[in-house]
């Protein structure tokens, strides 16, 4: 199996910050990765495919970077919407894992 | 616009069969893509269960050991989750997804329910 670390786990982040979260692969994906924003009570949202590819309807202040085991989604001036909690997935190989999670926090 | 919604019951016996269906609105479930299932588990990350596909194509991930089924009904626009022998490590929010694609097999999950908590208590 393909196993994703994120990192860090948790972020505490002003408004109006920009921050960065990372994830690796096991082995490499190539550019086979997803980033999901997950939310109390809320359908989750994909946010990236295919490492940087931007959703439909999804901001231009969310971007995704890399290819083969190392990436990063970057978030540009951060809204009150933002904080939220962040999850990688590749989807190279099955089981399509997801890592572990990063929850951004409001500082 | 695609619309997803799990129902079920909130509550399932250990060593029993936990069941869910997920019903799809505003889009075919014949329409060429693959239906999934992730949980997450309290306080803990996504976990992929499985993805199914109108015709019957089915693959699920091998850390259920063979507990999972999923299916579709065309008919009603559904598909479903069944999951066999069920322990507290099952107590998780479960969610219906889409599977959809694009080019050089990017595969990715575009559309969610908002999930349904299911305890495994006695």
């Known amino acids: 199996d393909i196993q994703m670390t994120q990192s860090p786990s948790s972020l505490s982040a002003s408004v109006g910050d920009r921050v960065t979260i990372t994830c690796r692969a096991s082995q490499s994906i190539s550019s086979y990765l997803n980033w999901y924003q997950l939310k109390p009570g809320k359908a989750p949202q994909l946010l990236i495919y295919a490492a940087s590819s931007l959703q439909n309807g999804v901001p231009s202040r969310f971007s995704g970077s890399g290819s083969g085991t190392d990436f990063t989604l970057t978030i540009n001036a951060l809204q009150p919407e933002d904080f939220a909690t962040y999850y990688c997935q590749q989807s190279r190989r099955s089981p399509y894992n997801f890592g572990q999670g990063t929850k951004l926090e409001i500082k | 616009q695609v619309q997803l919604q799990e129902s079920g019951p909130g509550l399932a016996r250990p060593s029993e069969t936990l069941s869910l269906i997920c019903s799809v609105s505003?889009?075919?479930?014949?329409?060429?893509?693959?239906w999934a299932w992730i949980r997450q588990p309290p306080g803990k990350g996504l976990e992929w269960i499985g993805s199914?596909?109108?015709?019957?194509?089915?693959y699920y991930n091998p850390s259920l050991r063979g507990r999972v089924t999923l299916s579709v009904d065309t008919s009603k626009n559904q598909f479903s989750l069944k999951l066999d022998s069920v322990t507290a490590a099952d107590t998780a929010v479960y969610y219906c997804?889409?599977?959809?694609?694009?080019?050089?097999?990017?595969?990715?999950?575009?559309?969610w329910g908002q999930g349904t908590l299911v305890a495994v208590s006695s």
């Open positions: 997804a889409r599977r959809a694609f694009s080019g050089y097999d990017h595969y990715y999950f575009d559309s």
């Open positions: 505003g889009f075919s479930i014949r329409s060429g893509y693959y």
């Open positions: 199914t596909y109108h015709s019957g194509d089915t």
